[in-house]
C-alpha cells in the first residue's frame, strides 16, 4: 500500500514537473501524459482542437490583463505604502469600451465556431451508416444493410477486476475499463453515419478522438458521424449517468483500411450466417 | 405609533429552544438559515469526501457503485438546496432590513414557515439513504428515464424538492415586499446597497424558475405512479422535454447561487480599498442584464442530445452574451480597487479570492459556451471543474467573506484575524489543489460520475482527492473562529467595525446589533452612501 502510494506520489509530481516545465499546450506533452484534449484522427476533431486552443488562448490574454492589473493595484495600492484612495466612481468612456471589447471578442469565437458546428451536424453523404443501441450496460452495433450485429461489453478481465476488493492488480489489466469483449470495428477514411438510440435509458457515445459525442435517447434516433485518417484503437466511454454501471460501458472502436474492414465484414457475415443457420437447425428440431 | 411607544421597553427574545421555535425576528431567522446551511454544508461535504473517497486510487474500493450515485446525487442537493441557497436567504434575513432602516421583514410569520420547512424538507431527504432501492442515484438533474428507476425514494425526493422550492418562495416574495415596501424614508432604489439590489433580482428569478422545477418533478411522479408519460417515449412523451423544463430551471438556478454573491464582493471591497465601488449602475444594470439572460441559454447543458443545428446556434450565441456583463462586473471591481488604499483583512482576501477564482470558473464556462468543443467537455470532469471553481470559490467563498465581514457587526466581538487568514490561505490552496487537476482529467476523457477509472486518470485523481480532505480538515479553522467569536472570546468590536464601512448598518447602528433594530425608521433623506452621478 505505502509503496504504492509512494509510486503513486512520484508519477504525480514528475506529471506536474513535465506540466510546469512544458506548460498544458504543448502538443508533445499531451500525447504522453493526457493533460489537454486530444487532436484526435479526423477533421473535426482536429478543428475541434484548434478552437479549444483558440479560446483556451483568448481566456489566457484576458485573465492577463485583468488579474495583472488586479495585482498590480493590490501590490501599488496598498494602504501600508501610504497609497491614499483615489475619488473616482464611473467613466462611461471606459465602461462603453469594457462592454463592447469582450462583444467583440465573444462574435469573433463564435464565428469559426458555427463554421465547424454546421460541419459537424452535416450527415449527408455518408458511405455507410451504423446503428449504436445503448443498454444498460452495454452497446449494441448493428451494420446497416450488411446483417452484421452484435453487443459491446466490458472486457471479462476489467469486468472481474473492478469487483470491490477484487485484489486483482490493476496494472496487470489489459487497459483496465477500457476494454471491451467486441469493439466496433470501422474502415478509415470513409463518411460513417451514427444512429444513435438507447433501449432503456439515456447514455451518450463518447470517443474523444473523433470529437464524437452523443447522447443515445430511447425513442430517439440521433445522428452523427466521423470521418477517421488513421487506422488504429480508439478509446472513450458512455458519458452519461445511466445508472449503476455507468462507469463500466466502454467504447471502444478499431479503424482499419477500407480492405481490411472488407475482410473482417466478410468474416462477420460468415459467422452471423452460420449462427443464424444453428438457430433454424435448432429451430427446425 | 401608539403600539410601538406602549412596547417602549425593549423585549427579548423568549428563553430556550421556543425562542427559535417561534421566533419572527429577522435577525434570528437569518442565524437559523446560517446555522442550518452549516449543518449542510458538512453533510454534503461529507458525502463528497465518500466520492473522493473512492476515487483516491483505481478501482473499487469502500462503496457499492450504486452508492457512490447516490453520493454524487445527494451531494448535489444538499449543497445547492441545503447550502448555497439558505445561506444566501439567511445573509438577506439578517442584512436587508438593517441596510435599508426597515424595522424588520414584511412577512415575519411566512418567514418563520419557511425557514422550518427546510429541516423537514431535508430530513426526509436524508432519510432516503434508508430506504428500499436506496437513495436517489439518478443524478441531481433526475433526468428520466434514469430517475424513474429510483425506488421508494422517489416519492419523498419530490416532496422534499417542493418543500425546498415553497421554501425558496416565501423567502423570495419576503425579499422583493420588504425592499419595494419597507424601505426608510429616503433610502432610494438607487442607494440600496448592490447586496439587496442583487437579491431582489435573485428573488424574482427565484419566483420565475422554482415553480418550473416543482412542475417538473411532479410530472415525474405522475409517470411514476399515476400512469401518465409525460416524458416516457413508449407512451408518446418525451424525455428531453423534461431536459428542456429542467434546464429552464437549472440555468436560472445558477444565477440564483451567484447573484447574490456579486452583492456580497461589490460591497466588501469598496470598504478594504477605502474608495466608492465603481459603477454602482452599470452593476445594477448588469445585475439585472444576466438574470434577464439567465432564462434564455437553457439548452447550453443539452448540446449533446442532438438539437437542430439552429437551435444549437441560438444557444451558442446566447451563452456567450452573458459573459459580456458578467466581464462588466469584474473589470469594476478590479476598477474598485484601482488607486484604492487597501487593505487585506480577512473578508477582502476571501473576495479577492472569489475574482480570480470566479473568473477562471468563467473562463472555462466560455470554453463551455464553444457548442463543437463543447462535444468534448460535455459530461466530463471538466465541467466538474468549471461548475465547482464558481460554487465554491465563487459562491462559497463569498459567504465566507460575507461571514467575516458581518460577524462583528452581529456578534460584538472581532473574529480572530490570524485563523481567519489561515483559514483563507489553506483554503485557497487546497481548494485548486482539489479542483484544478479535474480540468486535465476532463480533457484527457475522464466522464464525470464514475465511481472507478482507467489507469491514466489515476495521478491527478489522487490529487484532487488529497486536496479534497484537507479543504474539509480546513474548515475547522473556521468552525472553531465562528464558535469562539459568538461565544465574545476574542476583542470587542467598533460600531463601525471597519474603517472603510460604509452603509446603514455600519454607521448608524451599534455592534452587536440590538434585538430590535429599528422601532423608529431613520430618516435617510440627505444621507449618501455613494455619488448618484
Ligand atoms: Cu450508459
Known sequence: MSSAFMSRTGALMSKLAIAASLGMVSQAATAEYALNMPVGVTEISREVYDLHMLVFYVCCVIGAVVFGAMIYSII?????????????????????????????????????????????????????????????????????????????????????????????????????????????????????????????????????????????????????????????????????????????????????????????????????????????????? | MSHAEAHDHHHGPEPGFMRWLKTTNHKDLGALYLMFSLAMFIVGGLMSLVIR??????????????????????????????????????????????????????????????????????????????????????????????????????????FSIHLMGISSITGAINVIVTILNLRAPGMDLMKMPLFCWTWLITAFLLIAVMPVLAGAVTMLLTDKYFGTTFFAAAGGGDPVMFQHIFWFFGHPEVYIMILPAFGVVSQIIPTFARKTLFGYSSMVYATAAIALASVIVWAHHMFAVGLPVAAELFFMFAAKMISVPTGVKVFNWVATMWRGSMTFETPMLFSLGFVILFTIGGFSGLMLAMTPVDFQYHDSYFVVAHFHYVLVPGAVFSLFAAVYYWLPKWTGTMYNEKLGKLHFWLSTIFINVLFFPQHFLGLAGMPRRIPDYSLQFAEFNFMSSVGAFAFFITQFIFLYNLITTCRGKWEKATDQVWEGAKGVEWEMLPSPLPYHTFEQQPDLSDYEPHPTH
Request: charged share 15%; aromatic share 12%; proline share 6%.
Open chain 1, 76 to 285: 501599488a495600492h496598498r494602504k501600508s505604502k501610504g497609497a491614499k484612495a483615489a475619488n473616482f466612481h464611473h467613466s462611461t468612456v471606459v465602461e462603453i469600451v469594457w462592454t463592447a471589447i469582450p462583444f467583440v471578442i465573444l462574435m469573433a469565437l463564435a464565428l469559426p465556431a458555427a463554421k465547424t458546428l454546421v460541419k459537424m451536424e452535416n450527415t449527408r453523404g455518408a458511405e455507410m451508416s451504423i446503428k449504436v443501441t445503448g443498454y444498460q450496460w452495454k452497446w449494441q452495433y448493428e451494420y446497416i444493410d450488411e446483417d452484421v450485429s452484435f453487443y459491446s461489453t466490458l472486457s471479462q478481465d476489467s469486468n472481474f477486476a473492478r469487483q470491490k476488493n477484487s485484489g486483482v492488480d490493476l496494472e496487470s489489466v489489459d487497459n483496465y475499463l477500457l476494454d471491451v469483449d467486441n469493439p466496433l470495428v470501422v474502415p478509415t477514411d470513409t463518411k460513417i453515419r451514427l444512429l444513435l438510440t438507447a433501449a432503456d435509458v439515456i447514455h451518450a457515445w463518447w470517443v474523444p478522438d473523433f470529437a464524437v459525442k452523443k447522447d443515445a435517447i430511447p425513442g430517439y434516433i440521433n445522428e452523427t458521424w466521423m470521418q477517421i485518417d488513421e487506422p488504429g484503437t480508439y478509446r472513450g466511454q458512455c458519458a452519461e449517468l445511466c445508472g449503476r454501471d455507468n462507469g463500466f460501458m466502454p467504447v471502444d472502436v478499431i479503424a482499419k483500411e477500407p480492405a481490411e474492414y472488407q475482410k473482417w465484414l466478410a468474416e462477420q457475415k460468415g459467422e452471423t450466417a452460420s449462427v443464424a443457420t444453428e438457430q433454424n437447425v435448432a429451430l427446425a428440431q
Open chain 2, 53 to 158: 473517497a473512492e476515487l483516491f486510487t483505481p478501482g473499487m474500493q469502500f462503496v457499492d457503485p450504486q452508492f457512490f450515485n447516490s453520493m454524487t446525487t445527494m451531494h448535489a442537493l444538499f449543497m445547492i438546496f441545503g447550502g448555497v441557497m439558505p445561506a444566501f436567504t439567511g445573509l438577506s434575513n439578517y442584512l436587508i432590513p438593517i441596510q435599508l432602516g426597515a424595522p424588520d421583514m414584511a412577512l415575519p410569520r411566512i418567514n418563520n414557515m419557511g425557514f422550518w420547512i427546510l429541516p423537514i424538507a431535508f430530513g426526509m431527504l436524508l432519510s432516503t439513504l434508508f430506504m428500499e432501492g436506496g437513495a436517489p442515484a439518478g443524478g441531481w438533474t433526475l433526468y428520466p428515464p434514469l430517475s424513474m428507476q429510483t425506488g421508494d425514494a422517489m416519492p419523498f425526493l419530490v
